[in-house]
């Protein structure tokens, strides 16, 4: 599933080629998404003028001059290209020249429909040690499924929550209420470089090319990960593990030794 970086990669593209052109020509695929853009999403954007594309935690909001925003959201295996056609386009319009389809094989994806509650995002300007500790005191689930609820954190998934717990040093199983004060203040600061450098790299393309932004790039945050999708630690060559349950429903590698 896309994540912020990934997201965010997507934003910046289409946002530096649509900003100021019309939609129009909008086609809804056969068979749709599992929710099916309602109408009033698919009113506004035939004829809107693209204003621009924001991004609130995964979701990607496309602002239309005079008609509000459209939400965006990629669902596990959603793809948004420019020019390329599939099997799996769910929908596609035009913008100028260029044609945007959204591609999602296993239809979770979807457009329009109102922003769920989000927490913070840890690329905010305020987000810092206090504002986790407060999302953390008390709790007895693991810290690492507390930093994937979006509704607690916004922007966090697999990939960048185990990298931001081993750069903290603490063990994803921990209880979220069972943190220090300094364990909080470097997981916080871990949650910033992450996201950072995943942005910077443009997001995160695994062995099956699960992510490739809209003109077909892939990422590179893959190369300068730690944990996820190794074996051995790149910070101290040590064996990755997985705890022996998973959490959230996802695995969760970590380094015994450099994670306590």
Not at 125 to 135: E, I, Q
Not at 198 to 213: N, P, Y
Request: glycine fraction near 14%.
């Amino acid at each position: 599933m896309p994540e912020l970086p990934e997201v965010e990669t997507v934003r910046r593209a289409l946002d530096a080629r649509l900003r100021g052109r019309v939609v129009c020509g909008v086609a809804v695929g056969r068979p749709t998404f599992y929710r099916r853009p309602p109408a009033v999403a698919l009113k506004a954007l035939e004829g809107g003028r693209v204003a621009g594309w924001r991004r609130r935690g995964k979701y990607l909001l496309l602002d239309l001059e005079g008609r509000g925003s459209v939400v965006f959201h990629l669902g596990m295996s959603g793809r948004l290209t420019i020019g390329k056609d599939g099997p799996h386009a769910r929908l596609s319009f035009r913008a100028g020249d260029d044609e945007i389809f959204f591609h999602d094989a296993r239809r979770f994806g979807r457009v329009g429909g109102p922003l769920p509650a989000l927490g913070p995002e840890p690329l905010d300007p305020g987000f810092d040690a206090s504002v986790l500790r407060a999302v953390l005191r008390g709790r007895s689930a693991p810290v690492k499924a507390l930093l994937m609820d979006q509704r607690l954190i916004a922007g966090l998934g697999n990939i960048y929550a185990s990298e931001a717990l081993h750069l903290a040093g603490v063990r994803p199983a921990r209880a979220g209420g069972s943190l220090t004060r300094a364990e909080t203040a470097s997981l916080a600061a871990a949650c910033r470089r992450v996201l950072e450098l995943g942005v910077s790299l443009g997001g995160s393309t695994l062995d099956d090319e699960s992510f490739l932004d809209p003109l077909g790039r892939p990422g590179r945050m893959q190369e300068r990960v730690k944990v996820y999708g190794r074996r051995a630690c790149g910070t101290c060559g040590g064996p990755v593990r997985d705890t022996r349950r998973p959490i959230g429903g996802r695995s969760s590698p970590h380094c015994p030794r450099c994670q306590s």
